[in-house]
């Protein structure tokens, strides 16, 4: 076994959570270290979730347009092909460029990292075996003592015991994004935004999708006229909908996977794959840690930390998907900020309340704060207000009108409480609103700010004008 090594923070786990906690805390003097099995930094989301899904979604979505969408502008295009592997390879640049520049940044900032699989010894001491990266040796066993050890492991992908995957007919997320040819039949089980953004992928590159999903609409958990309209949307590259729909059987053969579903209705169909995807949702991951042998606590597979990131064993941080609220990049990118600036002696804070939520599909979807439902569930008094992107001059003239904006706040104060977008650069519209609320303003401080003219974001400003009392071009 090497020489110990002494830091005052040691991160586990490269993702989001892990590398921005190992960057924020060298930058603010820690002498610092970050372990991950990968090779490449970056965790799940640049590796094998956000960016490559979104560089496939961008892709699919530049050639179904091409197809589809242009003949109204006067483009007409003939002869036009697919080259997968081409996309491919684009997608897989994307990735390395990416992971590279978390790789440069780290190196830059005086981090140490290490390559291999990470064990709790004690709450100050990180075993780490397996290693054949910058750190460590191939098939060594390293030893680090730190002051402050975060635990940034992410999630997996929910596996479903009728349907384990094994990577060419069942598949996770993971081998979603690799296909070397795009399947006749694909099916989905599970509508949540994973699903559907795959969906979109293979259905645009002409594969028949079936999305099957146990809840009576898609996107369980979103305000249900969203996902309506996202629905529709969908419908119209011919993805099909089984809703309030389970699969209870599946058998495998060399053309594919024939799944028996269970419709609402209690009769039984047959839908036939080439592919399965299952997308039922994400676990967090901590297995090989040794958190159970230190005494470190937990609930339904998440760990329990307290407001300053801190778990049951002193010592000991976790942030990100391990931990509560929702499992999103961004979301785990502030906790690694905030606990690093705690550890450093600074004060570090999230409010869960203002991460915004985003399905990357077409039209895209995006929310923050509460919903309707939630609202009235907790009884607090709101207003309305909702613009349409039919009636914006620039969504018109992108072609682009499905959808609208929908802004609720407190009937008494204005504040915004919540703020729901379907419609063309959804994920990029809502950052306005997420500030407004970040600062606790109201819809009239939004309705009452300038927008430049014609863009998609006048949509987010009638729907604070409406919600504020004072409609404009909105009924």
Known sequence: MADKERYQMVVIGAGPAGYVAALRGARLGLRTALVDKRPTLGGTCLNVGCIPSKALLDSSEQYHRARHGLEA????????????PTMMRRKDSVVEKLTGGVAMLCKKSGIDVYTGTARL??????????????????????????????????????????????GKQILSSTEALSLETVPKQLAVVGA????????????????????IELQPNILPGWDPRLAKVLQQEMEKLGVKFLLKAQVEESTQSK??????????????????????????????????????????????GRVTVDEKFRTSVDGIYA?????????????????????????????GLVDYGTVPNVVYTWPELAAVGSTEAQLKKAGIPFAKGQAN??????ALAMEESAGFVK?????????????????????????????????????????RTCHAHPTLSEVVREAALAAAGMPLHSA
């Not at 502008?73 to 003939?78: D, F, Q």
């Not at 709450?123 to 750190?135: L, P, Y």
């Open 407 to 447: 802004i609720l706040t407190h009937s008494e104060t204005d504040k915004i409480l919540g703020a729901h977008i379907v419609g063309p650069w959804a994920s990029d519209l809502i950052a306005e609103i997420v500030v407004v609320m970040e600062f606790g303003g109201s819809a009239e401080d939004l309705a």
């Open 255 to 300: 053309k594919g996977v024939s799944l028996t579903v269970k419709l609402k209705d209690g009769t039984a169909t047959t839908v036939e794959a080439e592919k399965v995807l299952v997308a039922v949702g994400r676990k967090p991951y901590s297995n090989a840690l040794g958190l159970e042998s230190l005494g470190v606590a937990g609930e339904k």
């Open 389 to 394: 992107f039919g009636a914006n001059g620039r």
């Open 192 to 211: 949540g935004a994973i699903g559907l953004e795959m969906a979109s992928v293979w259905a645009r590159l002409g594969a028949e999708v079936t999305v």
């Open 121 to 166: 010894v004690d709450a100050h001491t990180v075993e780490i075996s397996g290693g054949n990266g910058e750190g460590t040796e191939s098939g060594s066993i390293s030893e680090l003592t730190a002051d402050a050890v975060v635990l940034a492991t992410g999630s997996v992908p929910v596996e479903l015991p009728s349907l384990p995957f094994d």
């Open 319 to 347: 942030v990100g998907d391990l931990i509560h609220g929702p499992m999103l990049a961004h979301k785990a990118e502030d906790d690694g900020f905030a606990v690093a600036e705690i550890i450093a002696g600074k004060p």
């Open 73 to 84: 502008h006067g483009i007409k295009v003939k002869g036009l092909t697919l080259d997968l």
